[in-house]
């Protein structure tokens, strides 16, 4: 008997067979299918998909086997992995000095035939075979070999699929430790940032009402900064938290929204500091989402309408149409514009365009990285068109 060669990449192959996390797990339905197909397209009693470990050879689905595994060194299939990209087929072992005194051949099994076709991953490492054994010398037509080729293919595929089953399912709870580091870190954040911030302001306008008098005007100007830089640390600091609220929001459950009277409820909510003009949409227009991300997305359009409009009127129009697949709702200005070249940047978080709005404040870059969030979460997609100098109109997509 020769005992199957150790291959010149083990290390490697060994590693790549631990990646795929199979080895001792459970009996899988899909895995049984191929064997018990592979045992009847060949007609034989015994088949196996077999994994080639360190020192033995495991089982993962078998017919007619009541062993869980056999030591690597009576292996037929160890030999089958030293030549990855060829059958080994034994027709009658009794005449391969390789195999005549093995003791699966003499005891046993009292195996005769055997057929084996490797099951290689994608960068070429050996895992082991899918096999067919017969204790009668047999010869396996072309179409036995060819159908025992497509189901090792099957078999890699699934092993594939489990793999990445598996790596989704390790970065779901990765993704959820995180998201609970992220839940305390806005409870921090809500406490422990926002609490010392409207102190600040507080104090910065109980102060310049009470001393201003005694100041002179750089030191007016210096609490003014202070007040200022305290309320754009309190907006950024509520934007992340609003950014990331809608982590958690359930957007399956749909409402009935005419657009009209959803419209003006969310220009209430919006503190208006400027002449602006709407035009709504017609009273027919009406389709189904989640209210509470639609709102949010409006509530954000509308506010940046409103924010980043240098006309001494500013006009927003509201805009709607229907297609066979999508409900699509517009938001229309006659604002500043947005440089094409910055129409991808303009949804990166905390991106801004380095511009001041109509009442000198500077954007955080969150609202419309939210408006993206929401989008894509309701399954739609967001588009613009815009000229500097005229004006920007959004596109809500959403499926029907």
Known sequence: MKSPQIPKNELERLDALLSYKVLDSHPEKDFDDITRLASEICDTPISVITLIDENRQWFKSKIGLDLHETERDISFCGHAINNPYENLVIENALEDERFADNPVVTDGLKVRSYAGVPLVTPEGFPLGT?????????????????????????????????????????????????????????????????????????????????????????????????????????????????????????????????????????????????????ILPDQKAKFRSNKMAFGQILYNLIANAIKYNDKQKGIIEIGFECTDDEAIIAVKDNGMGIPESQFDKIFDIFTTLGKTDRFNHKGTGIGLSTVQKLTNKLGGRITLESQPGIGTTFRIHLKK
């Open 130 to 278: 899918l096999c067919v054994i017969d204790n009668r010398v047999k010869q396996l037509d072309e179409f036995q070999i060819k159908s025992l080729e497509k189901l090792a293919n099957q078999t890699m595929k699934l092993l594939e699929l489990r793999k990445n089953n598996y790596k989704l399912t390790e970065s779901y709870n990765i993704l959820a430790d995180r998201y609970k580091d992220l839940e305390q870190f806005s409870r921090v954040v809500s406490h422990d940032i926002k609490s010392p911030l409207n102190n600040i302001m507080l104090l910065s306008k109980m102060f310049k009402e009470e001393y201003s008098g005694a100041l002179d005007a750089n030191g007016n100007q210096m609490i003014d900064y202070i007040s200022e830089s305290a309320k754009q640390l309190k907006q950024l600091v509520d934007g992340i938290l609003e950014y990331y609220k809608y982590d958690t929001i359930d957007v399956t459950e749909r409402q009935k929204i005419r657009l009209r009277d959803f419209t003006q409820y969310i220009i209430g909510l919006v503190n208006i500091k400027a002449d602006i003009e709407f």
